[in-house]
């Protein structure tokens, strides 16, 4: 009697959320990590910054690549496996180059790795869709969203813990072993699927930027980045001047982190009852105003209390507006470019901190107020997208269940029938 072909394995929505998390806490301790050795190592605070500035800028780089390639991809699980799996490796690869090789040729190491960085963020929620139908996507877009806060708080602190015991290469080590954990996860997500009638994936990254939606939601987003950028530049002189040791400002990083997880546990038990736009531009000026309170905190009040809470609202801040991201972008993108719009959207992200840090490093040495003050004014400038633009904005996209605001649907028009029709 000849047996029924197996169905292929894939992975449960938890599986997958555990692999995403452990993936995304690798990637949050990996920076740590990599400067900690490279200042134990090559002693030096210039060649330990350069390092972590040479994986953030090629992640910016990689990231419309990597989603070009999950979306034509038959199996982009294990594609994303394979991605995360030359992250690992160049991690080790940059700790192994340290002392040994000219420093020039284990920082091009260090880019190469960064180019695979936008698959341990947005290269795992653009997936998602493929394990679970459109009803539940509101929930798990919450439980997406509370995996970045978790790996947040989690990864700094298993990167210094692990250095404080066992030392700075071994917080390298535990980097890439979290980030190589999730590879068999990702290698068994189910294949893709037939595209959309009508759908062609040519215009990757312009759909970024044609569809109002998704490009209101991508200036918001990215201009609160660019403003978190300014305020890490802003942690060493905050520890220092206010908490009583600069090595103390990066604490500030965790109270944002555990205010953004409780946030977004919140946001996930009722996640349709604020519409995206408003988490969206709504966050951002909550954000702004955490910011505003923490420049006050240095400049008048000079009092680590209000610090620590100023640093709470614009944490609790962030983490239902990334929720609404991952909705917006669920709903208005076509299956065919999700990996695209996913990945280009993290990149841009990755690029606008790091555009911040750089920006503000130099004010944050003579007036952290100042640039806390920057950050507050981008953040809030960031919300001007939804000015105006009333139920234009995404009210139809109520938790992404794959309605489109206005009067064309993705779905019924037929993949990008309608995308080029409006700017």
């Given amino acids: 009697m000849r047996s029924s072909p197996r169905k292929p394995r894939r992975p449960t929505v938890a599986a997958h959320l555990a692999g995403a998390l452990a993936a995304r806490t690798g990637d949050e301790a990996s920076g740590p990590a990599l400067a900690l050795a490279g200042f134990a190592v090559a002693g030096s605070t210039s060649r330990a910054g350069t390092l972590l500035a040479c994986v953030t800028v090629a992640a910016a780089v990689g990231g419309p690549l990597l989603g070009a390639l999950l979306d034509r991809a038959r199996w982009p699980g294990r594609l994303l496996a394979g991605a995360l799996v030359l992250y690992a490796a160049g991690l080790g690869a940059v700790l192994l180059g340290l002392g040994r090789l000219p420093f020039g040729v284990t920082a091009l190491l260090a880019v190469v790795t960064g180019l695979m960085g936008p698959a341990l963020a947005g290269g795992w929620t653009a997936q998602l869709p493929r394990l679970a139908p459109a009803d539940r996507m509101a929930r798990l877009h919450g439980l997406d969203a509370l995996t970045f806060s978790l790996a947040a708080l989690a990864g700094p602190a298993l990167a210094g813990g692990a250095a404080l015991l066992l030392g700075a290469p071994a917080a390298v080590v535990l980097a890439a072993a979290l980030v190589a954990a999730a590879a068999p996860v990702a290698w068994w997500l189910p294949p893709a699927g037939p595209p959309p009638d009508g759908a062609t994936g040519a ?132 299956r065919p470019l999700r990996g695209r719009v996913f990945t280009t959207g993290a990149s841009l992200k990755i690029t606008g901190f790091a555009v911040g840090a750089a920006v503000a490093g130099a004010v944050a040495a003579g007036t952290p107020a100042g640039a806390l003050l920057l950050a507050a004014v981008v953040c809030a400038g960031s919300a001007l997208s939804y000015a105006g633009r009333g139920g234009d904005a995404v009210t139809g996209v109520r938790g992404g269940h794959g309605r489109v605001s206005g009067r064309r649907s993705v779905r019924r028009r037929g993949g990008l029938r309608g995308w080029s029709g409006r700017p």
């Fill in 203 to 334: 215009r990757g990254v312009a759909a970024v930027f044609r569809r109002r939606p998704l490009l209101r939601a991508t200036v918001t987003s990215v201009g609160c980045a660019t403003a978190q950028g300014m305020v890490a530049a802003c942690l060493p002189a905050l520890g220092a001047g206010v908490l009583g040791g600069a090595g103390r400002g990066a604490l500030l990083l965790s109270v944002a982190a555990a205010a953004a997880l409780a946030a977004t546990a919140v946001h996930a038990r009722r996640p349709g009852a604020v519409p995206p736009e408003r988490l969206l531009w709504g966050g951002a000026l909550a954000q702004a105003g955490g910011w505003a309170a923490a420049a006050g905190a240095v400049g008048v009040t000079g009092g680590p209390a209000a610090l620590v809470a100023a640093f709470a609202v614009a944490g609790a801040a962030e983490g239902p507006q990334l929720t609404a991201l991952f909705a917006v972008r669920h709903a208005q993108t076509p």
